[in-house]
């Protein structure tokens, strides 16, 4: 009991209850501290008596009780208290002691004193937030409506209840407030008790349509510059065996939080039992109403500007904190973030066994914290896994209700804290419930800063797409067993889903009634971001946590299993094998084979020049004898330094049919880039012509061999190169991150399964062309150059500028009606955007890879050609795409990439190369046929990006390709984005510490940074800004 100040009215205590349990917690309290303190701990509870030697947190107390009990202990005791205090001291009689031994100063306390106050008070700072929000919807929501649905048992007097709903809105001034603007601010406007009634509406529904009727009625939003923020349904709910009624109130969060439903209720029922008796409520006044907490508030806190104020103390806490708080937690969202996708929410429910809900409790006990802590832990866990990432935020509530004044008053005091965990370190489950103790109790004990002054102090960026600081929200609350009893009815709790959503998840943890009552749980989530499915999913795994946290306590958490078997199996061996690995033969052999079937039939379309089969093999293998005696060998690379044209053709297929390794070198490239090529990895011979023999580096000393010079055709018996499939192919060159490029060889076997599942999959023929556009040293080339030809078709070679004009490309294809052409998706949408684009009818497919495709670029070529876009994935260590899937518009924002082709393995793996769940996000790993054999000469980095395979057997590998993705539920992959700084500009990859390498190397050059603009307009650009030496 408090006196009209808000102090404890000690006359008032009750005396002791001499039929109070005798067990060793109920002992007599042996000082008045300790008495008082009994109260106190059960009334954080809400039970009836509480023994000085009886545990909090065994009586049901957790995180958020402990909270409200060491507000009302500082107010009532003048003591500091902290939560933590009572966390090691958790009884009564140990917090009396506690306080007694350190001698704890009083806290400095403000007397509730009449205070004058503007006829239209402010708003406290969490109505703010709230009001902006409100008022930032398009649509009014219903998102932050609070439903308190009752089933009443017993007869109901309607008049009553309205009368009792008037007394209430009387009481608490907040319930008769409207929020009007003014001047552009929003202020408290409070109604007169007569002026603002609470509208009580009686609805008539049967059983089976109660839930629906309840949840329209809940979702009904508030117009609150003009409406009060508290409804009332009673619904008559007719039945065969009688009549029931239900009773519902809707109180706008604005307005009330979880914590003002008890002094709400029972309030409602003090008024409807006088009521019923035909008089007014009799009951204490409050000592203040919430508009004075409002004013009040700051002087409690005191002034940021005086550093050792309480408030100042706790900003320097958060500030540090939360210092470099990532601004998104990843999350296996179905739908990307919008800034219009709206608060439509939806909930899936789970339970937990017994021997878990057990299990969770030892854990807590064992650890000194509660059972929130032991959930909080394994949420952090979840969400690492989930995401990713060590540095887990989790959004936490707290009452906000320290000051014991007010306890019973009807207002949105709760305040919202950030729970930052480190996950790092692959801790045990009670290390890290021990990690999630600490920052509980550090958030608790500096919980008096407003959220929104947070976000205000820590400058963080506005977004509609994401709430600030966290996305996830966690809840922990106990269930009573019965309702309040209202005016001689007995009540019952009945659950209301409003189908609203604030954040992107919102896991609830609800302790049944009962000491060893059951925990059951569910997950809120926003529709617009998530399907039911996911969250269904993500249901699961935060179940299989919490029971390994229960069973396995002291295992490190990274033994624990997020997928069933069967899962595991299906990642790792279902959606890998659709198609068995191709044996090819040699691709010399193959393409000698395909020109003796029709040496006549065009191969090959430069121009003005068409050569045929026969007369290309001949060329080929005139030039391959002639590499031979050079002293080519099997598997040496053989440069070729040659534009886009016949020859190039003639030269690529010569140095196969020599059984050498094919390394393009493009004339177009800086004489700096050639020359670190060639020193990198000298080749065997080079081939290039006359006109471009200038662009070697002075002192090249291998032989070189010029096309343009007279030979003697192949001898009589030239057999084609049979080589073995481990040896180098062809070598291509990406970029490297120490500025100078890597070379990246890639055997038979590689591009030979490559070519054959391209081709059973996209069949080419006799009758069919093929564009040839891409530069000489990219590694789609490679397939433009030799798969066409394998299958009999013809290339259609584009002019060596000709890749750059989309309406020349446009040309090419109308006049020779070729089938297939390969885009990146940033040529693709220009070529899309060409006028002569949509005259393109031959086409049968359009091919796109090296870049992201996105859902705008596949609608518009849908809009344009009538043939379909086909997207590739697969970097040059993987033998040019490894999937390649049509792409349909609508379907999502990036086209998924699809399954594995023939004898490719892909993992999605976390940091610690597990297999991640679906729509998890994680590394994706290459294995099977067509990996590279690393880079020449690059030991450390070969062995960096090719790890062994922990599935597979001994001395297979893996590629770690650094792109971020994730598989589907119908076992497709979907990229994501790059885990490190390498981009891919017009489908060239580039690494920007090699661009800022090379600038460093400039005399005139202090310091540079390198980065892809895609905020300009037109295509996206490489952007540098540099520091002179000057």
Same mark, same amino acid.
């Given at each position: 009991?408090?006196?009209?100040?808000?102090?404890?009215?000690?006359?008032?205590?009750?005396?002791?209850?001499?039929?109070?349990?005798?067990?060793?917690?109920?002992?007599?309290?042996?000082?008045?501290?300790?008495?008082?303190?009994?109260?106190?701990?059960?009334?954080?509870?809400?039970?009836?008596?509480?023994?000085?030697?009886?545990?909090?947190?065994?009586?049901?107390? #957790?995180?958020?009780?402990?909270?409200?009990?060491?507000?009302?202990?500082?107010?009532?005791?003048?003591?500091?208290?902290?939560?933590?205090?009572?966390?090691?001291?958790?009884?009564?009689?140990?917090?009396?002691?506690?306080?007694?031994?350190?001698?704890?100063?009083?806290?400095?306390?403000?007397?509730?004193?009449?205070?004058?106050?503007?006829?239209?008070?402010?708003?406290?700072?969490?109505?703010?937030?709230?009001?902006?929000?409100?008022?930032?919807?398009?649509?009014?929501?219903?998102?932050?409506?609070?439903?308190?649905?009752?089933?009443?048992?017993?007869?109901?007097?309607?008049?009553?209840?309205?009368?009792?709903?008037?007394?209430?809105?009387?009481?608490?001034?907040?319930?008769?407030?409207?929020?009007?603007?003014?001047?552009?601010?929003?202020?408290?406007?409070?109604?007169?008790?007569?002026?603002?009634?609470?509208?009580?509406?009686?609805?008539?529904?049967?059983?089976?349509?109660?839930?629906?009727?309840?949840?329209?009625?809940?979702?009904?939003?508030?117009?609150?510059?003009?409406?009060?923020?508290?409804?009332?349904?009673?619904?008559?709910?007719?039945?065969?065996?009688?009549?029931?009624?239900?009773?519902?109130?809707?109180?706008?969060?604005?307005?009330?939080?979880?914590?003002?439903?008890?002094?709400?209720?029972?309030?409602?029922?003090?008024?409807?039992?006088?009521?019923?008796?035909?008089?007014?409520?009799?009951?204490?006044?409050?000592?203040?109403?919430?508009?004075?907490?409002?004013?009040?508030?700051?002087?409690?806190?005191?002034?940021?500007?005086?550093?050792?104020?309480?408030?100042?103390?706790?900003?320097?806490?958060?500030?540090?904190?939360?210092?470099?708080?990532?601004?998104?937690?990843?999350?296996?969202?179905?739908?990307?973030?919008?800034?219009?996708?709206?608060?439509?929410?939806?909930?899936?429910?789970?339970?937990?066994?017994?021997?878990?809900?057990?299990?969770?409790?030892?854990?807590?006990?064992?650890?000194?914290?509660?059972?929130?802590?032991?959930?909080?832990?394994?949420?952090?866990?979840?969400?690492?896994?989930?995401?990713?990432?060590?540095?887990?935020?989790?959004?936490?509530?707290?009452?906000?209700?320290?000051?014991?004044?007010? #306890?019973?008053?009807?207002?949105?005091?709760?305040?919202?804290?950030?729970?930052?965990?480190?996950?790092?370190?692959?801790?045990?489950?009670?290390?890290?419930?021990?990690?999630?103790?600490?920052?509980?109790?550090?958030?608790?004990?500096?919980?008096?800063?407003?959220?929104?002054?947070?976000?205000?102090?820590?400058?963080?960026?506005?977004?509609?797409?994401?709430?600030?600081?966290?996305?996830?929200?966690?809840?922990?609350?106990?269930?009573?067993?019965?309702?309040?009893?209202?005016?001689?009815?007995?009540?019952?709790?009945?659950?209301?889903?409003?189908?609203?959503?604030?954040?992107?998840?919102?896991?609830?943890?609800?302790?049944?009634?009962?000491?060893?009552?059951?925990?059951?749980?569910?997950?809120?989530?926003?529709?617009?971001?998530?399907?039911?499915?996911?969250?269904?999913?993500?249901?699961?795994?935060?179940?299989?946590?919490?029971?390994?946290?229960?069973?396995?306590?002291?295992?490190?958490?990274?033994?624990?299993?997020?997928?069933?078997?069967?899962?595991?199996?299906?990642?790792?061996?279902?959606?890998?094998?659709?198609?068995?690995?191709?044996?090819?033969?040699?691709?010399?052999?193959?393409?000698?084979?395909?020109?003796?079937?029709?040496?006549?039939?065009?191969?090959?379309?430069?121009?003005?020049?068409?050569?045929?089969?026969?007369?290309?093999?001949?060329?080929?293998?005139?030039?391959?004898?002639?590499?031979?005696?050079?002293?080519?060998?099997?598997?040496?690379?053989?440069?070729?330094?040659?534009?886009?044209?016949?020859?190039?053709?003639?030269?690529?297929?010569?140095?196969?049919?020599?059984?050498?390794?094919?390394?393009?070198?493009?004339?177009?490239?800086?004489?700096?880039?050639?020359?670190?090529?060639?020193?990198?990895?000298?080749?065997?011979?080079?081939?290039?012509?006359?006109?471009?023999?200038?662009?070697?580096?002075?002192?090249?000393?291998?032989?070189?061999?010029?096309?343009?010079?007279?030979?003697?055709?192949?001898?009589?018996?030239?057999?084609?190169?049979?080589?073995?499939?481990?040896?180098?192919?062809?070598?291509?060159?990406?970029?490297?991150?120490?500025?100078?490029?890597?070379?990246?060889?890639?055997?038979?076997?590689?591009?030979?399964?490559?070519?054959?599942?391209?081709?059973?999959?996209?069949?080419?023929?006799?009758?069919?062309?093929?564009?040839?556009?891409?530069?000489?040293?990219?590694?789609?080339?490679?397939?433009?150059?030799?798969?066409?030809?394998?299958?009999?078709?013809?290339?259609?070679?584009?002019?060596?500028?000709?890749?750059?004009?989309?309406?020349?490309?446009?040309?090419?294809?109308?006049?020779?009606?070729?089938?297939?052409?390969?885009?990146?998706?940033?040529?693709?949408?220009?070529?899309?955007?060409?006028?002569?684009?949509?005259?393109?009818?031959?086409?049968?497919?359009?091919?796109?890879?090296?870049?992201?495709?996105?859902?705008?670029?596949?609608?518009?070529?849908?809009?344009?050609?009538?043939?379909?876009?086909?997207?590739?994935?697969?970097?040059?260590?993987?033998?040019?795409?490894?999937?390649?899937?049509?792409?349909?518009?609508?379907?999502?924002?990036?086209?998924?990439?699809?399954?594995?082709?023939?004898?490719?393995?892909?993992?999605?793996?976390?940091?610690?190369?597990?297999?991640?769940?679906?729509?998890?996000?994680?590394?994706?790993?290459?294995?099977?046929?067509?990996?590279?054999?690393?880079?020449?000469?690059?030991?450390?980095?070969?062995?960096?990006?090719?790890?062994?395979?922990?599935?597979?057997?001994?001395?297979?590998?893996?590629?770690?390709?650094?792109?971020?993705?994730?598989?589907?539920?119908?076992?497709?992959?979907?990229?994501?984005?790059?885990?490190?700084?390498?981009?891919?500009?017009?489908?060239?990859?580039?690494?920007?510490?090699?661009?800022?390498?090379?600038?460093?190397?400039?005399?005139?050059?202090?310091?540079?940074?390198?980065?892809?603009?895609?905020?300009?307009?037109?295509?996206?650009?490489?952007?540098?800004?540099?520091?002179?030496?000057?």
């Amino acid at each position: 009991p408090l006196t009209e100040n808000g102090k404890v009215d000690r006359a008032a205590l009750p005396a002791p209850d001499s039929e109070a349990p005798a067990g060793p917690g109920h002992r007599t309290p042996s000082d008045q501290r300790t008495e008082l303190l009994c109260h106190v701990f059960a009334d954080a509870l809400g039970l009836p008596d509480f023994g000085p030697h009886e545990d909090f947190f065994e009586r049901g107390g #957790h995180s958020l009780s402990a909270m409200s009990l060491v507000g009302r202990a500082r107010t009532l005791l003048d003591a500091e208290l902290s939560v933590g205090d009572l966390f090691s001291a958790r009884t009564p009689a140990a917090t009396a002691a506690l306080l007694r031994a350190a001698r704890t100063p009083t806290r400095p306390s403000v007397d509730v004193v009449d205070r004058p106050r503007p006829a239209e008070p402010p708003l406290s700072a969490a109505q703010q937030r709230l009001w902006f929000l409100h008022r930032l919807e398009e649509e009014p929501t219903a998102a932050y409506n609070v439903p308190i649905a009752l089933r009443l048992t017993g007869t109901l007097d309607e008049r009553a209840l309205e009368g009792a709903l008037a007394d209430l809105a009387a009481r608490h001034e907040v319930l008769r407030t409207v929020f009007p603007e003014r001047e552009g601010r929003a202020v408290q406007h409070i109604l007169a008790p007569g002026e603002a009634p609470v509208p009580l509406t009686v609805r008539t529904t049967a059983p089976d349509a109660l839930d629906a009727a309840l949840a329209g009625a809940a979702s009904l939003p508030f117009a609150l510059d003009r409406e009060t923020p508290l409804r009332a349904d009673l619904f008559r709910v007719t039945a065969e065996g009688g009549t029931s009624d239900v009773l519902l109130l809707v109180l706008h969060h604005i307005a009330g939080d979880e914590w003002s439903v008890r002094p709400l209720l029972d309030d409602l029922a003090t008024a409807l039992a006088a009521r019923s008796d035909g008089r007014p409520p009799e009951w204490t006044p409050l000592p203040l109403q919430y508009a004075d907490h409002t004013l009040r508030h700051q002087d409690l806190l005191g002034d940021e500007t005086d550093e050792d104020s309480e408030i100042s103390r706790q900003v320097r806490y958060w500030k540090d904190r939360l210092a470099g708080l990532p601004p998104e937690l990843p999350l296996p969202l179905d739908r990307p973030r919008r800034p219009d996708t709206g608060h439509e929410g939806g909930i899936v429910e789970f339970g937990l066994s017994p021997e878990t809900t057990a299990g969770l409790r030892r854990l807590a006990s064992r650890t000194g914290a509660t059972p929130f802590m032991v959930a909080h832990a394994a949420l952090a866990l979840l969400l690492h896994r989930i995401g990713g990432t060590d540095d887990v935020p989790v959004g936490t509530l707290v009452a906000g209700r320290d000051d014991a004044a007010v #306890h019973d008053l009807v207002g949105f005091f709760v305040n919202t804290l950030v729970l930052r965990t480190d996950v790092g370190g692959d801790p045990t489950p009670a290390r890290l419930v021990a990690r999630a103790r600490a920052a509980t109790l550090d958030a608790l004990d500096h919980a008096d800063v407003p959220f929104e002054r947070l976000v205000d102090l820590l400058d963080v960026e506005r977004s509609l797409e994401r709430h600030p600081l966290f996305q996830i929200m966690l809840n922990y609350q106990t269930r009573t067993a019965e309702g309040p009893e209202l005016g001689g009815l007995s009540s019952e709790p009945v659950a209301v889903h409003t189908r609203t959503a604030k954040f992107d998840l919102t896991f609830t943890l609800v302790q049944e009634p009962g000491a060893d009552g059951p925990l059951n749980g569910g997950i809120t989530y926003r529709t617009g971001l998530f399907d039911a499915a996911t969250v269904r999913r993500i249901a699961d795994w935060y179940e299989r946590v919490l029971a390994t946290f229960a069973d396995h306590p002291d295992r490190p958490v990274g033994d624990c299993r997020l997928l069933t078997d069967t899962e595991h199996h299906q990642l790792l061996t279902t959606w890998n094998s659709a198609e068995e690995p191709v044996q090819p033969a040699s691709l010399a052999r193959e393409f000698a084979e395909r020109a003796a079937l029709a040496p006549d039939a065009p191969a090959v379309i430069d121009g003005e020049r068409t050569i045929p089969y026969g007369e290309l093999l001949a060329d080929a293998q005139s030039l391959a004898a002639l590499l031979r005696e050079r002293g080519v060998r099997h598997g040496e690379p053989v440069a070729v330094l040659l534009p886009r044209s016949a020859e190039l053709v003639t030269a690529a297929h010569a140095v196969l049919q020599a059984g050498g390794a094919y390394l393009p070198l493009d004339p177009d490239h800086p004489a700096a880039r050639l020359s670190a090529m060639l020193d990198e990895n000298p080749p065997a011979v080079l081939l290039t012509d006359r006109a471009r023999r200038g662009l070697l580096p002075d002192g090249f000393d291998r032989p070189v061999v010029l096309l343009d010079d007279p030979r003697p055709a192949a001898p009589t018996g030239f057999a084609p190169a049979e080589p073995h499939p481990a040896q180098p192919a062809y070598i291509l060159h990406t970029s490297g991150s120490t500025g100078r490029p890597k070379a990246v060889a890639v055997p038979h076997r590689a591009i030979g399964n490559r070519l054959a599942w391209t081709r059973r999959r996209f069949p080419l023929g006799p009758v069919d062309r093929m564009l040839a556009k891409a530069a000489p040293g990219f590694d789609v080339s490679v397939w433009e150059l030799t798969g066409p030809l394998l299958a009999g078709a013809t290339v259609v070679l584009a002019g060596p500028d000709a890749h750059r004009d989309p309406a020349e490309l446009a040309r090419l294809i109308r006049e020779h009606g070729v089938q297939a052409v390969h885009f990146v998706p940033s040529m693709l949408a220009l070529f899309a955007a060409e006028p002569e684009a949509a005259r393109c009818t031959s086409l049968r497919w359009i091919f796109s890879g090296g870049e992201a495709l996105t859902d705008t670029l596949v609608r518009r070529c849908a809009e344009v050609f009538t043939a379909p876009v086909v997207n590739q994935y697969g970097p040059t260590e993987a033998a040019v795409d490894v999937t390649a899937r049509t792409a349909v518009p609508g379907e999502q924002p990036l086209a998924p990439l699809g399954a594995p082709g023939a004898g490719t393995r892909a993992y999605v793996l976390d940091a610690a190369l597990r297999p991640v769940p679906p729509g998890v996000s994680g590394e994706l790993y290459l294995g099977g046929a067509q990996l590279a054999l690393g880079y020449l000469g690059r030991t450390a980095q070969t062995a960096e990006r090719f790890v062994a395979d922990p599935f597979g057997a001994p001395g297979e590998r893996l590629y770690r390709t650094g792109d971020l993705a994730r598989w589907n539920v119908r076992g497709e992959l979907e990229y994501l984005r790059r885990a490190d700084d390498q981009v891919k500009l017009r489908g060239v990859r580039i690494e920007p510490e090699e661009v800022r390498t090379s600038l460093l190397g400039h005399p005139d050059v202090r310091d540079a940074l390198v980065l892809v603009r895609d905020d300009l307009p037109g295509a996206p650009r490489l952007v540098v800004a540099y520091e002179d030496e000057g």
